[in-house]
Structure formats: C-alpha cells, structure tokens
C-alpha cells in the first residue's frame, strides 16, 4: 500500500462542488495514487501556493506537483493565477493542466503561451472523466 508521501499532490483550482466531487470520485474510481487538495478560486489558489491565511503551513498547503486549473472562477480567473504562477520563479517548475469549459481557440492559445503543460476541455461523460483523470500523473 502506498503511503501518503509517495502520492502526487494534485491542486484542483475548481468553483463548481459538483466538479470537485466528480473529480474526487474519479480519481477514486481508477485508484488514482493521487492526494487531491481543492481550492474554489484563484485567491485561494494563490494563497494555497504561497501558504496564507488559512493556508499557512506545509502541512494545509503542501507544495502540489500538479495543479489542476479551472479558468472561469470567482475572485481571480484562472488566467491570471496561471500568468501569476508561471512568472515566480518559485513556483514556475509546477505542471499546470488548464481544465476547462471552454472551446475557444483563444483561450487554449493564450493558457499554452503562459505556460500550462496542457488546456483539457472538460468531459461529457464519468468515462471520459476517469480516462483524464487516471493520465494526469503523466504530466507531473
């Protein structure tokens, strides 16, 4: 059995709980050997990887080797904490894998520039949904 220091740290940056669920259960379901943490928006998201507020130990916020990023989110949109991210030289070598609604070119174009790994648009069915979730460690 695997022990929790061995998982990879995946931060799902994601506003919507029914996503967050559906995310859980899928990785879940395919024995993902993941530690899934979630942040509902993109000033959590950035608290979370600079370790404040209520975030503010490496034990609440430890450094995720993959960040599963939504772009449509309160507060601070995914764009922005992408841009934010990938200019820190701290926090530049963490994969970002964008997780989106979207299907506009622009939007794929413009996160890939800013240096995501990959732009996923979100799935239509459970299925789907367990084959992107079992492949993300690929990225890490």
């Given at each position: ?59 609440k ?15 601070q ?11 820190d ?36 069915s459970?299925?789907?949904l ?11």
């Amino acid at each position: 059995m695997e022990e929790k220091r061995d998982l990879i740290k995946v931060l799902v940056a994601e506003d919507d709980p029914d996503d967050c669920l559906l995310i859980r259960r899928a990785a879940s379901s395919v024995g993902a050997p993941y530690d899934l943490f979630f942040v509902s928006d993109g000033v959590q998201l950035l608290d979370f990887l600079y370790r404040r507020g209520t975030y503010g130990s490496a034990t609440k916020a430890p450094r995720p080797d993959l960040i599963l990023l939504d772009l449509n989110m309160p507060k601070q949109d995914g764009r922005s904490a992408l841009y934010q991210i990938k200019k820190d030289k701290g926090l530049k070598s963490i994969a970002v894998v964008v997780f989106s609604t979207s299907s506009a070119p622009s939007d794929m174009e413009l996160t890939l520039r800013l240096g995501a790994e990959s732009f996923i648009k979100k799935p239509s069915s459970f299925q789907e949904l367990k084959a992107i979730v079992s492949s993300l460690a690929d990225f890490c």
